[in-house]
């Protein structure tokens, strides 16, 4: 190549990089550093001031942390409930069904997707709650005598979160389920291998990267859900999310709530590196 | 590139022209601004209202985001304004010469002027008030008349109240404070503070679940989920109509009284339309049109009249003349306490 | 005793999907330590024959013995079989070793006596300290010799192949041929393979299955299928032949006398139902036809026009042409004696009458030349 077409091409690449880079700068980073330098100010409008006693109240005051603790905990619960879930609902739609009904398939786990996270959630309650259709159907079928409350629980906020969380675990696998060639499956089944032994041997090493995309995304969903946990999990669930609102909207505290967002990011950050570590994974081969 | 600029501008002057001439951002709550009036304002002055539905910790969040600006009008309750305001600054003095005072109930008008005096001057005119009680289904909780039926263990998985600063104040009450009078006190606000989370934790086996959206708790109400609740008196007038053993009921620890009032934001664009419709809101007909809609009572003079006989039949049912002297007004909450109160709804919210 | 001596034995196994029969009443045994192959155009059946044998395709009809032990409700992991897929599906995720030790793992092995055992088998396949290369690394043919030997680790009764050498070049399919038939006398494992290439079949195996919509045509030593085909098919599927129609004027004691439409008039060896005045068609192999014979007493002679040289080393060929236009393949002698041939050149052509066979015309077109590409 001329040396005015390799600048040339490398104009046409600023070019094309320019909105990415200005949407990034505009949308992610601007944004961070106002929270960074809100975080650092300190909260009282009398006494304006550099300090880091935003940071030291999550780490000091044992309801932020443990909220924290706890909302992660609960992520990763959700993330390892998807993947037990996601994977072979997956490796149907990949392997098992021919390719016009897998399309069908994928529509179908879409579905939920057309209507905001807001009506999902409200559609959950009207099955699940006391006066729900579900309680109804149970009373007919005289299978219980009084109704059973089950909203506000763990448990069903647990599953409101995978059922919002599934599609972004079952897609990145599908999409590796897909390039995994059948005949492996057989020749190591034709080896003397169980399924489960199968499972562990050739599908799921195969499909690495999507499981590690698919559990980065759902946790993240995860953590930084608001809606289902407020609203399914009712009175024992403080999400992380939920403290950062309160700080912003109930105690005007937003250098506070800047802390509790920052502190998210990075420790969000950190467990999904951890993650990776543990399953000596990078970044980079997860993306591509 | 220049070029393109101006032109950006000009556009943004251009429309930023256009709504100043024709509209008024309004920053309100659900019900404030009824279609009807909304059109038959549009109809005498020739302004358009643009309604953002709102409460009043959202109203003090959006305000302080952008210091004032993107609303003509506000309606923050009276006891939210004037600590934010000292703050903040999110508000400019009420001009009282532009807005007609003989539409007011005087007392009403006195006691938020008063309320809402920062450095000097006043930043809210009243526009209705309500109250904060108990919504009670007579037929399967009967007898209840304190806001101890919310820790009530008979009551296990049938009560309902927010995780918010009224359901505190409430429970102050309950416990045999007086939460306003320790206003001034930080240290010993405090302590009745750990005195609630402790009771509020102890009962939480009783609360189904801490509401959030007041139509999602009036329809657990109505199915009979829920026998006993904290909620403001127009919610129950409105189940009282559907099914007369559920009703608002005040308790003998008192209803907590609210105003909401009208304030114009620091930075609005559109100051005399926000007179107009104060004006215009509080007009008798108006007035009464509204609270008959919302079954919200006005601060309005002279509404009376225009006010439909069923919801003066409510207000008479719940508000006999001793319950009304019972009223807690809130007074203006120091900025300071918020922040306590905060923490301490999340740790009963995170306790188990 | 049958158990003693046939690894893999057939009772007339069936296969049907929907309305077409893909497998169709075939009855086998092999023998211990044979080398069987099954050779047949694609389509032919031969692949889902595989696949019952392994387990993956559950039989219509019919029963799978190995070695005695039928193997009805035996799933794939536990038949005494292994099977080398077409693709070979080595496990890109593990090295050589681990691919190797895979099957021994999952028979409890413990890991370092895998590990061992997983070492001399490549040793035997000739890939020694291979072990902890990946997959990614290796050729096609050290791919291919992998595949076998995980395979062989688990010492299997019956090997099967499923046309691993598909995928591999001319030239390294040459040499495969050779070693895998070499590696199979020194295992001494039976092996089935199956192909649709008639040379791998004939080089290597000691008998082969011609397979036809579903059905064995004949199974036989490579000689006798090429020596003595038994349908029509075999004779035009195994190796080269040329190919006439025509009318059966006279037979006796299994030697007819027919009019080729051209208007020859041959004596053959007749087949089966081949009576005066029936339709039949005449094979004849490249190499039984006698250029310019000097003695051509007892011989069918004719005469043709050279049209063109396919010359192949030892292989070569000519390409003839009738009078009527009949292309024929002659093979090319290695005497010297026709080391300067041009285009145009008359010959003429003679043959033994025990080297054409006449079978009934079974309606396949034999107006061109047939073999490879039928």
Redesign the interface.
Same mark, same amino acid.
């Given at each position: 190549m001329s040396a005015s077409g390799m600048k040339q091409s490398r104009l046409a690449f600023w070019l094309f990089l320019a909105p990415v880079l200005g949407w990034l700068l505009l949308l992610i980073v601007l944004p961070h550093l106002d929270m960074l330098y809100m975080s650092l100010r300190s909260g009282s409008f009398s006494h304006p001031g550099w300090t880091l006693t935003n940071y030291q109240a999550f780490f000091e005051e044992p309801i932020y942390w443990l909220t924290f603790a706890r909302t992660a905990g609960y992520a990763v619960i959700t993330t390892a409930i998807t993947l037990v879930l996601g994977l072979p609902v997956a490796f149907y739609i990949a392997k098992v069904v021919r390719p016009g009904l897998s399309g069908a398939l994928m529509v179908l786990l879409l579905l939920p997707f057309w209507v905001s996270e807001l009506v999902r959630v409200y559609g959950w309650m009207i099955l699940l709650r006391e006066s729900g259709v579900i309680n109804f159907f149970l009373l007919r079928l005289g299978i219980i005598d009084t109704p059973i409350e089950m909203l506000y629980n763990d448990a069903t906020m647990i599953m409101g979160l995978v059922y919002t969380s599934m599609l972004f675990m079952v897609v990145p696998l599908v999409s590796v389920m897909e390039s995994l060639d059948d005949s492996l499956v057989e020749a190591a089944y034709d080896l003397g291998a169980s399924r489960l032994c199968i499972w562990r041997t050739i599908i799921i090493p195969h499909s690495k990267p999507g499981i590690t995309s698919g559990c980065i995304v759902v946790f993240m969903l995860s953590l930084g859900n608001y809606l289902t946990p407020n609203l399914m999990g009712g009175k024992n669930s403080l999400w992380f999310t939920e403290q950062i609102y309160n700080q912003f909207i109930a105690s005007f505290n937003w250098n506070q709530g800047s802390a509790f967002g920052f502190l998210l990011l990075a420790l969000s950050s950190v467990i999904v590196w951890a993650g990776l570590k543990l399953t000596r994974q990078k970044l980079g081969e997860v993306a591509s | 590139m220049k070029k393109l600029l101006v032109l950006i501008a000009l556009v943004l002057f251009a429309s930023a022209g256009v709504a100043k001439a024709d509209t008024l951002k309004l920053m309100t709550w659900k019900g404030y601004a009824p279609k009807v009036l909304v059109e038959k304002f549009q109809k005498e002055t020739g302004i358009s209202v643009e309604v953002t539905y709102s409460n009043n !910790?959202?109203m003090? $969040?959006k305000l302080?985001a952008t210091r004032g600006a993107g609303f003509d009008l506000a309606q923050p309750s009276q006891d939210r304004i004037s600590s =934010?305001q000292a703050?903040?600054g999110l508000y400019q003095p009420i001009d009282y010469a532009k807005v007609d005072g003989k539409l007011f109930i005087p007392s009403m008008l006195e006691a938020v002027k008063k309320n809402t005096l920062v450095n000097g001057a006043s930043y809210a005119v009243p526009f209705c008030w309500g109250t904060s009680g108990l919504i009670v289904n007579s037929e399967k909780a009967p007898g209840v008349d304190s806001y101890k039926a919310l820790l009530d263990k008979k009551f296990t998985?049938r009560a309902s109240y927010r995780l918010?600063r009224p359901t505190i104040i409430a429970m102050g009450f309950a416990l045999g404070y007086d939460p306003f009078a320790l206003y001034a006190d930080t240290a010993k606000y405090q302590a009745m503070l750990d005195d609630i989370e402790k009771t509020l934790v102890a009962a939480?086996p009783v =609360?189904?679940?801490?509401w959030?959206n007041g139509d $999602?708790l009036l329809e657990?109400m109505r199915?009979?989920?829920v026998f006993v609740a904290m909620a403001w008196d127009n919610g129950g007038w409105k189940l009282h109509g559907e099914n007369a053993a559920i009703d608002f009921k005040a308790p003998k620890e008192g209803a907590l009284g609210w105003i909401d009032t009208f304030a114009i934001p620091a930075k609005a664009k559109n100051v005399d339309a926000a007179y107009k419709w104060i004006n215009f809101m509080l007009r008798p007909e108006n007035a009464g049109y509204f609270t008959s809609e919302e079954n919200v009572p006005t601060a309005s003079a002279d509404a009376n009249p225009h006010i439909a006989e069923a919801v003066r039949a409510n207000f008479e049912r719940s508000f006999p003349p001793a319950t009304i002297d019972n009223i807690k007004w809130y007074p203006p909450v120091p $900025?300071e306490l918020?922040?306590l !109160?905060?923490?301490m709804?999340? #740790?009963v919210? $995170?306790? #188990? | 005793m049958e158990a003693m001596t046939n690894d893999l034995s057939l009772r007339s196994l069936t296969k049907r999907f929907g309305d077409f029969v893909a497998v169709d009443d075939i009855s086998l045994d092999v023998p211990t330590g044979s080398f069987f192959s099954i050779l047949g155009p694609s389509g032919c059946g031969k692949t889902t024959l595989l696949r019952m044998v392994a387990g993956f395709e559950e039989p219509t009809s019919g029963t799978i013995s190995i070695r005695g032990r039928d193997m009805a409700n035996v799933l794939p992991n536990e038949r005494p079989v292994n099977l080398v897929f077409q693709h070979l599906a080595l496990f890109p995720m593990m090295t050589v070793a681990e691919n190797i030790a895979f099957g021994l793992r999952r028979r409890g092995v413990r890991k370092d006596e895998s590990r061992t055992r997983a070492e001399a088998m490549l040793e035997r396949v000739g890939l020694p300290g291979y072990g902890d290369k990946r997959i990614a690394q290796l050729s096609g043919g050290q791919r291919q010799r992998v595949a076998i030997a995980r395979c062989l680790v688990l010492e299997p009764s019956v090997l099967l192949l499923d046309e691993p050498l598909g995928a591999l070049d001319l030239k390294l399919r040459e040499q495969m041929k050779v070693e895998l038939k070499k590696l199979q006398a020194k295992v001494g494992t039976t092996f089935i393979y199956i192909t649709h290439d008639q040379s791998e079949a004939l080089v290597m195996s000691d008998r082969v299955a011609v397979m036809n919509r579903g059905r064995f045509e004949q199974v036989g030593t490579p000689q006798e299928l090429y020596g003595q085909p038994a349908t029509p098919f075999v004779a035009r599927f195994v190796g080269d032949n040329n190919a006439w129609a025509g009318t059966v004027e006279s037979a006796a004691d299994g030697e007819v006398v027919l009019r080729t439409d051209e208007g020859f008039v041959f004596r053959a060896r007749g087949m089966e139902g081949c009576g005066a005045g029936s339709r039949v068609n005449l094979y004849l192999r490249p190499e039984a036809m006698r250029l310019d014979p000097k003695d051509t007493s007892n011989l069918n002679m004719f005469r043709v026009t050279l049209k063109a040289i396919l010359f192949d080393g030892a292989n070569s060929r000519l390409l003839t042409v009738t009078e009527q236009g009949h292309e024929l393949l002659v093979r090319l002698p290695q005497n010297r004696t026709f080391d300067n041939l041009e285009p145009g050149r008359e010959f003429a052509v003679g043959w033994n009458p025990s080297s054409g066979i006449c079978f009934v015309e079974d309606g396949a077109d034999c107006r061109g030349l047939d073999g490879e590409d039928a």
């Open positions: - | !910790e959202e003090i $969040a302080r =934010v703050e903040y998985g918010k939480k =609360v189904k679940n801490y959030a $999602a657990s199915s009979g989920e $900025a918020e922040a !109160e905060g923490k709804l999340d #740790k919210k $995170a306790a #188990k | -």
